[in-house]
């Protein structure tokens, strides 16, 4: 199972920020974060990753909390595209590359 | 355009008559692996590969093959497709393995597959 914990749906007005959580309690210090939205039923699309340090990209932000257990994926301007289902995912394991996805967060961006 | 692209995106099938789903990168990408999706348990691994002649089960491998002959295909089999492997199937590639700490790790997905067996 994924070691992550997301909540199951948030919603956000278009234009604000939206600030989805994963918690990732048992992390360990050569684990990567990764975020992944999956919009409809379409193939997941990479959004960011990051191990320590707080990233950005053109899409978004990534926020790790210093201990690690924890992180933020921060959509700066959501917009109605951005209606997706969000995964947070904690590369584990020693084979590389395997992506483990969980529930993920149903975010609803409304008008 | 960097793709993965997956055939046929729709088929519906009879139990037990082989099928053969297709996944092709153009990104010279070593790593690919196999997903299924269904309501309620979300995306699994089937199978992955991390070079030619390269590949490994994942957590669902029952009832598939697979075969990595070329760097660019990795196409998914079921020989003897069951009602239980209804499903949406996707193909993803990377540079390598994601999680291995090397820079451009990002994977990339295929458009998926809707596979109905009746």
């Known amino acids: 199972d994924a070691k992550t914990t997301q909540p199951p749906s948030m919603d956000c007005a278009e234009g604000r920020a939206a600030n989805l959580p994963c918690n990732h309690s048992t992390i360990s210090g050569n684990e990567y974060v990764y975020w992944y939205r999956q919009i409809h039923s379409q193939g997941p699309q990479y959004i960011i990753h990051g191990l320590k340090n707080n990233e950005t990209n053109e899409m978004a932000s990534l926020i790790i909390t210093e201990d690690r257990k924890s992180s933020t994926l921060i959509l700066p301007h959501a917009t109605l595209r951005d209606t997706a289902v969000y995964y947070c995912i904690v590369n584990r394991g020693s084979t590389l590359g395997r992506l483990y996805f969980g529930r993920g967060t149903q975010l609803t961006v409304w008008p | 355009e960097a793709q993965v692209t997956q055939n046929p995106r729709y088929l519906i099938t009879v139990t037990g008559k082989k099928l053969t789903v297709t996944c092709s990168q153009n990104m010279n990408h070593e790593y690919m692996s196999w997903y299924r999706q269904d309501p309620g348990l979300g995306l699994r691994q089937i199978y992955y590969s991390m070079n030619v002649e390269v590949t490994d089960k994942g957590d669902v491998p029952e009832g598939y093959k697979v075969s990595r002959k070329e760097k660019r295909n990795f196409p998914l089999i079921l020989e003897s497709p069951s009602p239980n492997q209804t499903s949406l199937y996707f193909c993803?590639?990377?540079?390598?393995?994601?999680?291995?700490?090397?820079?451009?790790?990002?994977?990339?997905f295929g458009q998926g597959t809707r596979l109905t067996v009746v």
């Open positions: 993803a590639s990377s540079p390598n393995g994601v999680g291995s700490g090397r820079l451009n790790t990002e994977a990339f």
